[in-house]
C-alpha cells in the first residue's frame, strides 16, 4: 500500500517523486524495470575511472533559475561547454555551423559583417517553413544544407528531411560569429559525480521507495495507490490499441582504446558517412586523466528501446487519439509518456510546474 506509483525512475519520474515526498508527505513506490535507477539518463564509472554515460551523451543546459537551482539540492556541477564538431569530406568543422565553418567548408574570408552575403545569396525563400529541408535551406542554402544536415537527419530518424518537421532542428542555430559553443544557455555544466548519483541523492527520502527490476505489468495487480505517474510509452500502457506509435531507437557501439585521446571533442559527428550518426568520447566531459578512453558509436534504427518519438503530424494524431483516452488513474510523464522530443531541463521544468 502506497498513495502513489512511479513507472520509471529516470529524470522525470524522480523529480516527481521528490516533489510528491516532500510537498505532500506521500509514500511513492517508483517502479523500474531495469537494475539501476535513472532512466537515459544513467551513468557510471568504468575500470578506467571514466564516467560513461550508457545511453548516449547528456548535457546539461537550462535557462531557468529554477530548474538549476532544484537540481543543484541534489548535486554539485562540474563546469562543462559542450562542443561539437562535425567530420565533412574528411575535415572537422566547427558545429553548430558559425562563421569558421562556413570559411572553412568554402575556403573564403567572410567577416561578421559580411557573410550575410553568402547567406543573402545562397538562402531559398519557401513560402512556408514546413519540414528540416525549410528550415535550413532558408537560412543558409543548399550546398550547407546537403553537406551537414541532410544525410544526418535521415540517418538518425529513418525519413526523408522533407517528411520531418522543423522542431527537429529548431534548436540548432546557425550563426554568424565565431562562437562554438554547442549551447548558450545561461547554465551549463555536468553533475560532479554523475547523473546517477544525482537522482539517487533525489531518491534519497524516507517516503521514497524503489523497486528494481519490476515491470509494472507483473505487479500492478498486488499494488494499491490512489495515482499512477506513467513515463513509459503511452501506446505500451494501452496494449497498442490504436496501433505503434514509431520511435527512433539508437544503439550505442562502445570501444575502448589504449591512448590518451581518440578525438579532439567530446562529440564528433559523421553527417555523411558510415553507419553511425556520431562518435563520443567521455573522459573529455570532465577532463579525466586516464590513460585509456572509451569512446561510443551512435547507430539509430527503428528497433530496440524506444529513445526518440518521431514528431510527424501523423505520429502526433495518433499519439492524441492515446492522449485523449479518459483516465484520471494515471497522469503520463517525460518523452515516452508524452511523446515530446524533451530535453532534461525541459523535462525537470514539466515536472515542478505539474499540479499535483
Ligand atoms: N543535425 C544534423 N546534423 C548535425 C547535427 C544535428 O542534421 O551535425 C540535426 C539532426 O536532425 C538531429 C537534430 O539536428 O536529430 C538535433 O540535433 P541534436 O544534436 O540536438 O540531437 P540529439 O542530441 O537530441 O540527438
Known amino acids: ?29 517508483i517502479v523500474e524495470k531495469r537494475n539501476y535507477i535513472g532512466g537515459y539518463c544513467y551513468d557510471y564509472r568504468d575500470e578506467n575511472g571514466i564516467l560513461i554515460h550508457k545511453h548516449g551523451p547528456h548535457i546539461f543546459r537550462t535557462e531557468s533559475e529554477k530548474v538549476w537551482q532544484f537540481l543543484s539540492r541534489f548535486t554539485e556541477w562540474e563546469d562543462y561547454q559542450h562542443k561539437v564538431l562535425t567530420n565533412v569530406n574528411g575535415q572537422f568543422y566547427p558545429m553548430p555551423i558559425n562563421l569558421d565553418t562556413v570559411n572553412e567548408f568554402l575556403g573564403t574570408s567572410y567577416t561578421a559583417e559580411t557573410v550575410d552575403e553568402y547567406f543573402a545569396a545562397h538562402r531559398t525563400n519557401p513560402a512556408e517553413i514546413n519540414c528540416v529541408k525549410d528550415v535550413i535551406e532558408s537560412q543558409i542554402g543548399s550546398e550547407f544544407y546537403h553537406a551537414f544536415f541532410e544525410k544526418y537527419t535521415e540517418k538518425q530518424w ?61 505487479i500492478k495487480n498486488s499494488v494499491e495507490c490512489d495515482h499512477i505517474y506513467y513515463s513509459g510509452p503511452i501506446d505500451e500502457y494501452y496494449g497498442y490499441r490504436y496501433g505503434k506509435l514509431p520511435y527512433r531507437s539508437v544503439t550505442f557501439k562502445f570501444e575502448t582504446y589504449p591512448i590518451e585521446q581518440y578525438q579532439p571533442a567530446s562529440v564528433v559527428n559523421y553527417p555523411n558517412n558510415y553507419d553511425y550518426t556520431r562518435i563520443t568520447e567521455f573522459k573529455h566531459f570532465y577532463r579525466s586523466k586516464t590513460t585509456n578512453t572509451v569512446i561510443a558509436k551512435e547507430i539509430p534504427g527503428p528497433d530496440g528501446d524506444p529513445s526518440y518519438p518521431i514528431p510527424t503530424n501523423e505520429n502526433k494524431e495518433l499519439y492524441s487519439k492515446y492522449a485523449a483516452i479518459p483516465n484520471d488513474k494515471v497522469t503520463f510523464i517525460g518523452r515516452l509518456g508524452e511523446y515530446r522530443y524533451y530535453s532534461m531541463d525541459q523535462i525537470v521544468e514539466r515536472m515542478l510546474e505539474l499540479k499535483i
Open 158 to 218: 529513418g525519413l526523408p528531411c522533407e517528411q520531418l518537421p522543423p522542431e527537429i532542428v529548431a534548436r540548432i542555430p546557425i550563426r554568424k560569429n565565431r562562437d562554438d559553443r554547442y549551447f548558450t544557455h545561461r547554465w551549463q555544466a555536468m553533475p560532479k559525480e554523475g547523473y546517477t548519483k544525482m537522482i539517487q541523492n533525489m531518491l534519497d527520502h524516507p517516503n521514497i521507495h524503489v523497486l528494481l527490476n519490476a515491470d509494472y505489468k507483473d
Open 1 to 29: 500500500m502506497c498513495n502513489t506509483v512511479i513507472v520509471g525512475s529516470g529524470i522525470a519520474g524522480s523529480v516527481l517523486a521528490r516533489r510528491l515526498a516532500e510537498e505532500q508527505d506521500k509514500q511513492v513506490l
